[in-house]
């Protein structure tokens, strides 16, 4: 059989063309670790905080207390820090469960590798839906999954759960797609179970989809004129939403609400626009891959996903919807570029309102989808002949190949420690005073703690208001502190705990009311002598929200089988076009 009939023969058999695209996008993904190396070597600068989430979660799991922690109870010199209430573990269960009998820095790896994977999965389908061209969604999954922002997030800048988001993104995209153009009749709830998990992996992301998302709406406004239904079921994906992702959106506002933080008070990372670049670095950003300012590692589009546009240049067939989606895409990329770079008036309002994501530079995540699309879409649309789509796709493959390994170079080229042995990196990952805890911006503390530094030089007391009271026989009990008092007077004892909404104290065995003190300590009033045991209990609305959202998943799951049951048996007819 000669080359032209097998590349045919690919060409009409998609089934063949998916399995070329995902041995590929597997080869990538083992090679850009590879060049990254292992989770035991990283030195990303969240990397610490993401890693001792992923730690908790399987210590907690060794110890059968999970769901029920909250509280990472050993940081912060045992005073506690309340990481899950506002970075969900979700989609790190599965990973974290195989840590409990590997290590972490394998379920890191895992996670990693599973994610990328996925995240070229969910994009290669989205393509081929909406633009029906497996050819076009191989390009775009392989070039967004590969993004320099990506990969700057994961290794870099070891932003787990912002560099976790983009695997979910598209899928938001695909159920938007269905909302707006497709059968919403049948497909809304792609929406709603896309932004579920973006929810789940990155609350910001979630934030920005959403500023993503209205702009669509208002783009695509005369879709939903025509056909007002399309709002009700949009509200109806938004509404299941809300009850899928209780379980982490409903204690965090519960605990933001019960208090004031850092995140509050003191704008932890620089408040509205910290993260605003010059024209100097966004115009880096575009050839960034190949090169890079001296001795700084910065990120942005990349130079593959920007010389693929030029490629609409080339394009004179008259518009079409798919060719204009694109367009749209690169006109919303180009605008949340200008919105990145010092001209734009983050601290206006209404601007001003996103102040809380901390560095507008976060958009290059939907920039390098829409771009990636667009790339892609304008590349198949102009190159049309199986054996030039053969060696474009070979050369994307080793541009690839080229940008990720250029990247990793000057990744471990501005690693400080790089050369330190692995058991000082792994030392370096304990939480102490010296390095902050590895909280990084400690946006979840306590606004009432004014000085970290005085939790360390307090250590670990219980002391009581009377200079009668005596404390004896101080331990902790994995996750519980324990200790007996005698008091001569009714008193209350400041305990070396964090307040947070949700502990629980007992005297022998009698609950206590617990409230915070001076500097965000836990205080508890006692009247009588005995053993008190104190340890993060959990909230109603913690307890009540878990069973709202295993219900509402169920519920979910049994309505999208029942209507995939009825549309195989043909009782349900598709939406016309």
């Known amino acids: 059989m000669s080359t032209d009939n097998i590349l045919r023969e690919i060409q009409s058999n998609k089934k063949s063309q998916y399995c070329i695209f995902f041995v590929v996008l597997v080869f990538l993904t083992l090679f850009m670790m590879f060049c990254f190396g292992s989770s035991s070597s990283c030195s990303g600068f969240d990397f610490s905080f993401h890693y001792r989430r992923l730690y908790t979660l399987i210590d907690a799991l060794q ?21 899950k209430g506002f970075y969900s573990d979700i989609i790190m269960i599965p990973f974290a469960f195989v840590g409990t009998f590997t290590s972490v820095y394998f379920a890191y790896d895992l996670m990693v590798f599973t994610m990328t994977i996925l995240c070229g999965i969910f994009m290669y389908h989205t393509v081929s839906v909406v633009y029906k061209s497996s050819y076009t969604a191989s390009i775009a999954a392989i070039l967004y999954t590969f993004a320099v922002y990506r990969l700057y997030d994961f290794y870099q800048r070891g932003a787990l759960a912002e560099a ?27 929406l709603a ?27 695509y406004s005369k879709s939903l004129i ?55 670095y966004i115009l880096w950003g575009f050839i960034s891959g190949i090169a890079y300012p001296d001795r700084e590692l910065w990120t942005g589009i ?17 518009k079409d919807d798919r060719l204009r989606s694109a367009d749209i895409g690169v006109i ?5 570029i200008i919105a990145i770079s010092r001209i734009f008036p983050w601290g206006r309002f209404p601007f001003s309102l996103l102040s809380f994501i901390q560095y507008p530079w976060r958009l290059y995540e939907f920039v390098s989808y829409f771009f990636a699309i667009a790339g892609a879409y304008y590349l198949s649309s102009v190159i049309i002949k199986d054996r030039q789509r053969l060696v474009v796709s070979v050369f994307i493959v080793l541009a690839v190949m080229a940008t990720t390994y250029m990247q990793s170079e000057n990744y471990k080229s501005i690693d400080s420690s790089k050369d330190l042995p692995a058991d000082v990196r ?43 009271t005596q404390i004896s026989n101080l331990r902790r009990e994995y996750n519980t502190v324990v200790f007996n008092v005698s008091l001569n007077k009714p008193d209350t004892l400041t305990l ?48 009540v929200s878990l069973y709202i959202s295993l219900i509402s998943i169920l519920s979910l799951c049994v309505y999208i089988t029942l209507l995939n049951r009825k549309r195989k048996n043909g009782l349900v007819q598709p939406h016309p076009r």
Not at 64 to 74: A, H, I, M, Q, R
Not at 168 to 183: S, W
Not at 432 to 437: I, K, Q, V
């Open 193 to 219: 179970a896309g932004y579920s998990l973006l929810i789940y992996t990155h609350t910001i992301a979630s934030v920005l989809m959403f500023v993503t998302l209205l702009i669509l709406l208002i783009i």
């Open 302 to 318: 990349g130079i593959l996903l920007t010389l693929l546009l030029f490629f609409r240049f080339f394009i004179k067939r008259k």
């Open 496 to 543: 070396p705990l964090l307040y947070y909404l949700g502990y629980t104290a007992t005297l022998d065995g009698e609950k206590l009311h617990v409230m915070q003190g001076d500097m965000a300590f836990v205080n508890i009033p006692v009247t009588q002598s005995g053993e008190i045991r104190a340890w993060y209990g959990g909230t109603t609305i913690q307890r």
């Open 63 to 83: 110890h059968g207390v999970y769901p029920s922690f909250y509280v990472d109870f050993s940081n912060v010199d045992g005073y506690g820090y309340f990481t």
């Open 164 to 190: 976790l988001s983009f695997t979910f993104l598209p899928i938001v995209f695909l159920g938007i797609y269905y909302i707006v153009k497709g059968d919403y009749r049948r497909k809304w709830y792609v």
């Open 426 to 468: 792994a030392l370096a990952l304990e939480p102490t005073y010296e390095n902050g805890y590895n909280l990084i911006g400690r946006e979840y503390l306590p606004s009432a703690l004014e000085d970290i530094y005085y939790v360390h030089s307090r250590g670990e007391k219980v002391e009581g208001m009377s200079d009668s």
């Open 226 to 280: 025509k056909e007002p239904k399309r709002l009700i079921y949009l509200l109806l994906a938004g509404i299941v939403t809300i009850f899928v992702t209780s379980y982490y959106t409903f204690p965090m506002l519960e605990q933001l609400s019960s208090n004031s933080f850092y995140l509050d008070s003191r704008s932890p990372g620089g408040g509205a626009g910290y993260g605003k670049v010059g024209f100097d």
């Open 332 to 336: 919303i990329g180009i605008c949340f």
